[in-house]
């Protein structure tokens, strides 16, 4: 098992999380098995979000795909997400 923290910088979170669900069969199909969204204290468009994956190269591959970094752009997210990984 393997985790992933991404730190994603918003423009807003309710159209973030709109575009986020809307591509959850995206994520299961790259191989994420659990996910978690939080807010940041004190900074509402500082979004970090926790997932779980087989391998620490299932989530670099997930995190490679371009509908999802598609999505992102839609999804109002102002620069690249930080990425990290864990196994």
């Not at 598609?70 to 102002?78: L, N, S, T």
Request: with cysteine; net charge negative.
């Amino acid at each position: 098992m393997a985790l992933s923290l991404v730190l994603h910088r918003v423009a807003g979170l309710d159209p973030w999380q709109e575009v986020y669900d809307s591509v959850t069969h995206r994520q299961i199909a790259g191989g994420v098995s659990a996910e978690s969204v939080h807010r940041t204290g004190g900074d509402p468009d500082n979004v970090p979000v926790i997932n779980q994956l087989d391998s620490v190269a299932a989530a670099r591959r997930c995190f490679a795909n371009l509908y999802l970094l598609e999505a992102m752009d839609r999804a109002g997210v102002k620069a690249e997400p930080v990425i990290g990984f864990d196994d």
